[in-house]
């Protein structure tokens, strides 16, 4: 295939991710239809399904980009700050992000029980996301600020258990505050290794 045939696929692709991640988040996975995006993007569904055989298979570029962002936010937060201020960093931005995709994540976890298909894809997004967080972690352990000496998968599930129960508290009502101190106590625990 040329390659501006290529580029020009890659550009419609992201078009059209971008345009279902805003409908996805606003009307949720069973809410959202392929007619609904492809009217959002002024072209028919047929057009769309060249893309995307699916709405499954567009959920998941989708939740690509949302590891993509996730990463951006692991990077952002950390670059050139302490343990510390880069705690506070990622949880104010992840106290920002994750509730977007809560209700979303919610709703696909519940279909996952009925579909198979939605099973294997989220439990493959699951591990998918720990790898970005784990792979983030083996880079902080190469510039000193995680210890060496801890396993990055263990510490990428404790992050992340901690993380989301936190967030999920702060949604029943825990004061944000407490929330971001805990976060941070817990943090600069599990980083060390003694």
Same mark, same amino acid.
């Given at each position: ?35 609904? +995006? ?73 279909? !996952? ?49 901690? +993380? ?5 508290? +702060? ?14 106590? !817990? ?8």
């Amino acid at each position: 295939m040329p390659r501006i045939i290529q580029q020009y696929r890659e550009e419609v692709r992201r078009k059209i991710v971008d345009a279902a991640y805003g409908i996805f988040l606003e009307k949720g996975y069973t809410g959202t239809t392929m007619e609904e +995006i492809a009217v959002h993007l002024g072209v028919t569904k047929p057009a769309l399904y060249q893309y995307f055989p699916g709405k499954e298979t567009l959920y998941a570029a989708v939740t690509d980009r949302c590891r993509e962002e996730l990463y951006a936010i692991l990077d952002r937060s950390y670059k050139n700050r302490n343990i510390r201020d880069g705690s506070i960093a990622l949880f104010d931005a992840l106290a920002d992000f994750v509730p977007k995709y809560n209700a979303m994540y919610v709703e696909m976890t519940l279909l !996952g029980e009925r579909n198979d298909e939605i099973k294997t894809m989220l439990r493959q997004d699951r591990r998918k996301d720990l790898q970005v967080v784990e792979q983030f972690i083996v880079s902080q352990q190469e510039t000193g600020l995680v210890s060496r000496g801890l396993d990055p998968r263990t510490l990428a599930l404790a992050c992340d258990a901690l +993380i989301h129960g936190l967030l999920m508290d +702060i949604m029943m009502g825990l004061d944000k505050n407490e929330a971001k101190a805990i976060w941070i106590a !817990g943090l600069e625990r599990l980083i060390r290794a003694d």
